[in-house]
């Protein structure tokens, strides 16, 4: 409970923040799909990421020549994937299959800078950090086995393009928990934007 009010408190504070913070600028919209690897823990198999975003554009507060900043509000939900064990007859020993013994995710919500730089012809680098809430859930089976808060921050890289109405981008996120159940993860997938992409 307590986890999930500091996730509320998170989304609050930014949808009163932001908007103010870039006197009254439109926002730009993500959402994003990927794979979750990489991964330090038990379970460690990997699986499906998604993560949605808000981002508002950041007055020009750094002298640097065709970069450009967005900041807001990122929630993110990752898979870590499934412990399975070989289940066998108690009588005689004989294999009888394998069962999932345990199951692990992550989810949480995190403040987000993401920096982009000079274009490369119709593509746009950028660069991205994060710094935020963590909640590590277990589960066997889907009933759940206990759960875990923690701090972590993320670092990523991606390069962008305009498609019509929308923007793409390819993203790899460097992930670590400061938690001794789930340390460091990697996810890589495709963000797709709409709205205000720039200040």
Do not use: C
């Amino acid at each position: 409970m307590r986890g999930a009010r500091a996730v509320m408190a998170l989304a609050l504070a930014a949808a009163l923040a932001g908007p103010a913070a870039t006197a009254g600028a439109s926002p730009q919209f993500e959402g994003a799909v990927g794979v979750t690897g990489a991964i330090t823990g038990e379970i460690a198999e990997g699986g499906a990421s998604v993560a949605g975003a808000v981002m508002w554009p950041v007055p020009e507060v750094w002298k640097l020549p065709k970069v450009s900043a967005r900041f807001g509000i990122m929630a993110h939900a990752d898979d870590m994937g499934s412990e399975v064990t070989q289940i066998y007859d108690e009588n005689d020993g004989s294999p009888l299959g394998a069962t999932e013994s345990a199951h692990r995710s992550t989810w949480g919500a995190s403040w987000r800078l993401d920096l982009l730089l000079a274009n490369w012809g119709s593509w746009t680098p950028e660069a991205s950090g994060s710094w935020g809430y963590y909640r590590v859930s277990d589960d066997v089976r889907g009933v759940y086995a206990g759960a875990l808060g923690s701090a972590g921050f993320s670092l990523g890289m991606g390069i962008g393009r305009p498609l019509g109405a929308l923007s793409a981008a390819a993203v790899v996120r460097y992930h670590r928990l400061f938690n001794d159940r789930t340390g460091r993860y990697v996810t890589g997938g495709l963000a797709f934007r709409w709205g205000r992409s720039g200040p």
